[in-house]
């Protein structure tokens, strides 16, 4: 299970707040295009941010004149989000997203990123997010579709979703379905490719010996195909030659 599942229970917390810095960098792009899309259509109410986090996305919100929610059962994340937002007028909530502490209709509209793979239910996040967002409030999720994940290697196929330990590796593919289900139009789908050219992208987002070692236990991969692909992918990375990818999907959607 990722660490990201029980950021409180995780062997170093402090660690996955530092992923989060590094996700933030990655990731700019789209996370200046959601809060664009988001402050474009001048909100009368606040932003809900789902699973903020350490509060790189509530600035990002603030920044763009916006005011903003944040929730995460995690208290090392809000601990993390309340330095980086002490100059911004922001809130900040501990609680999950499957119960939303908040009244029907109070958002004008809601983030979502790289939450649901984690959650158990992501249909139970998303009704509860339509809870509380106002009609015609602005959703937006991003997710990656680790089931299209690949790694370059001539010892295993190129797909290497086996990889990943999260609770919904296809939730990129599904956002689309899942929102219209629980009761939004789709506006936009814009998708982005991440390109990985070190095995220190794959060690940081994965383990990746770890990670190969939870996908032999769980029988998902051979012992002799791993530990082969493993020295292969230390062999490519030395010559400059490893190559990952993986896309991500973004959905811009309004409550029906």
Request: glycine residues 8%; aromatic residues 6%; charged residues 25%.
């Amino acid at each position: 299970m990722s660490g990201f599942s029980s950021v409180d229970n995780a062997p170093d917390p402090d660690h996955l707040v530092q992923f989060l810095d590094a996700a933030a960098s990655a990731e700019a792009g789209i996370k200046h295009y959601v809060a664009a899309v988001h402050a474009r259509r001048n909100p009368r109410g606040p932003i809900l941010d789902v699973g903020c986090g350490a509060g790189h996305d509530l600035a990002l919100l603030a920044a763009s004149g916006l005011v903003a929610v944040g929730i995460d059962p995690s208290e090392v994340m809000l601990g993390a989000a309340t330095v980086r937002t002490a100059n911004a007028t922001i809130a900040l909530v501990q609680g999950v997203g499957g119960a939303l502490p908040f009244i029907d209709h109070a958002f004008a509209g809601c983030r979502i990123e790289r939450v649901l793979m984690h959650v158990d239910d992501p249909s139970l996040v998303l009704s509860e997010v339509l809870r509380c967002v106002e009609h015609d409030g602005l959703v937006t999720v991003f997710e990656p579709d680790w089931t299209r994940f690949e790694i370059s290697s001539e010892v295993l196929s190129a797909n290497a979703g086996w990889i990943t330990s999260v609770k919904h590796p296809d939730i990129g593919a599904r956002l689309w379905d899942l929102l219209e289900e629980s009761g939004c139009d789709v506006l936009d789908r814009v998708e982005e490719l991440s390109v990985w050219r070190s095995l220190v992208t794959l060690e940081r987002v994965t383990g990746f010996a770890a990670a190969v070692d939870r996908a032999v236990a769980a029988d998902r991969l051979d012992r002799g195909d791993a530990d082969r692909w493993i020295h292969e992918q230390r062999a490519l990375d030395a010559a400059g030659r490893f190559r990952a990818r993986i896309p991500k999907v973004l959905v811009v959607a309004t409550k029906r």
